[in-house]
């Protein structure tokens, strides 16, 4: 197989913190020093990429000096980020996390152990993007550690990631790892390591290509109090219909079979409003769960949206 995507949740998500896996060199939070692929390109491409099962933190990284984020079987919504890599940087990936020699893998379907002693040995299939199928490294349920409480360090790593990937005002972002963490960390001490050189890493929200889980794409254009559809690409099986109710709220549906995807999106006075409701069914693991994104757009006002965030849309 010559491409993949393989989908990330914890560190992997920042760009900086992958790069290492594929450059080689030191990981500066962590003074590790990796090998790197033998393909030693940077992705072709990225997409956000969300999991049906809660984000949660278990078993203890050396290296981190905390608990690494894993996929739990508790239903909910990860926010990950899917990157197109070859099928060797895939490999070279895999052997770096579990610190292990490279070797040849097959695809799973959907799952397969390749490193039992590794907390990231295991391929697990979460779904399919133009075409290609979209891969994530899990710790099989029958041998997940006890949970524990993530680094700040790792945090801060995992927040760049999600903050450069969903464009999310940094207390959303803040907020969602605290709640992974079960407790352990509070959102305000979680911001505290949202920093870098003394500047908050809030981004603004984007427009442009979104990926709906593993159902497809949009593409679209806010502007302060309307939004434009270009296009919608459903993967292989899904079916999708759009509804523009109000030229500031678009509504894509995505569906197969018992299975449902939607994508509300509204745009008022500079603030995007941006929901996702799944109804999935992932084997034995069906999931009703609903994320709610709030930020500024582009060229708006910066603004907390928590701040007004009693005039979001009902």
């Not at 799973?108 to 990231?120: M, W």
């Not at 979209?134 to 801060?156: F, K, Q």
Request: net charge negative; with cysteine.
């Amino acid at each position: 197989m010559a491409e993949v995507w393989y989908a990330a949740y914890g560190s992997n998500c920042d760009a900086a913190r992958l790069a290492v896996y594929l450059r080689g060199g030191v990981l500066p939070e962590t003074g590790e020093d990796h090998p790197g692929s033998a393909q030693a390109k940077p992705p072709r491409d990225w997409i956000p990429f969300t999991f049906p099962r809660a984000l949660g933190f278990a078993g203890h990284s050396a290296a981190w000096g905390g608990a690494p984020a894993v996929l739990t079987t508790t239903p909910g919504l990860a926010l990950g980020r899917a990157w197109r890599l070859s099928w060797r940087q895939l490999e070279d990936l895999v052997a770096q996390e579990n610190g292990r020699p490279h070797q040849p893998l097959p695809l799973p379907a959907p799952r397969l152990t390749v490193h039992p002693d590794g907390l990231y040995g295991s391929l697990e299939r979460v779904g399919s993007l133009q075409r290609l199928p979209v891969v994530t490294c899990t710790t099989p349920p029958e041998r997940m550690p006890p949970a524990g409480a993530p680094s700040g360090p790792y945090l801060g790593v995992i927040g760049r990631g999600l903050l450069a990937t969903y464009r999310l005002h940094p207390g959303r972002v803040a907020a969602y790892l605290a709640e992974a963490s079960g407790g352990t960390w509070s959102a305000d001490d979680v911001r505290s390591w949202l920093q870098q050189d003394g500047q908050t890493m809030a981004q603004e929200l984007t427009d442009g290509t979104w990926g709906v889980g593993a159902a497809g794409e949009v593409d679209f254009v806010a502007h302060e109090d309307a939004i434009d559809l270009l296009a919608v690409r459903p993967e292989e099986g899904w079916r999708y219909t759009a509804k523009q109710k109000r030229p500031n709220q678009l509504d894509v549906t995505f569906k197969r079979d018992d299975e449902t995807c939607e994508l509300e999106l509204h745009a008022r006075n500079g603030v995007l409003w941006a929901e996702l409701e799944a109804e999935l069914d992932d084997g034995a693991l069906e999931v009703e769960t609903t994320y709610r994104v709030v930020g500024p757009l582009r060229g708006a006002a910066s603004q907390d949206p928590d701040a007004s965030h009693d005039n979001a849309p009902d």
